[in-house]
């Protein structure tokens, strides 16, 4: 089992900066992706970024390139996302996920590929 822990959200305004952190603990030997989703009222969960744990290959969203930036902290178990120029539209709550070295083929975006969720944290972006 590997529990996950979302912290850093809150309110900012249009143009303002939060950083997420994600502490992972339990059996964290496995995990082989890591990423961040975000849900929004009345939508689907969409990925927003990843990390490969052992190659530190990422990925993002088109809508959130150039402003987010994924990393990790393999010694601490920690996670991170680096949200710049936010926006009103990237007002979600924001969860982190794990998944373990099961080749399960999904792609990084997709929630089916991930094994282990946070609860999640909001982010709110005020014009």
């Known amino acids: 089992q590997v529990q996950l822990v979302e912290s850093g959200g809150g309110s900012v305004q249009t143009g303002g900066s939060l950083r997420l952190s994600c502490a992972a603990s339990g059996y964290t030997a496995r995990t082989y992706r890591m990423g961040w989703f975000r849900q929004a009222p009345g939508q689907e969960r969409e990925g927003v970024a990843a990390i490969y744990a052992a190659r530190g290959d990422t990925y993002y969203a088109a809508s959130v390139q150039d402003r987010f930036t994924i990393s990790q902290d393999n010694a601490k178990n920690m996670l991170y996302l680096q949200m710049n120029s936010l926006k009103p539209e990237d007002t979600a709550i924001y969860y982190c996920?794990?998944?373990?070295?099961?080749?399960?083929?999904?792609?990084?975006?997709?929630?089916?590929?991930?094994?282990?969720w946070g609860q999640g944290t909001q982010v709110t972006v005020s014009s």
């Open positions: 996920a794990s998944a373990i070295a099961t080749g399960n083929g999904f792609a990084w975006y997709m929630a089916e590929g991930y094994n282990y």
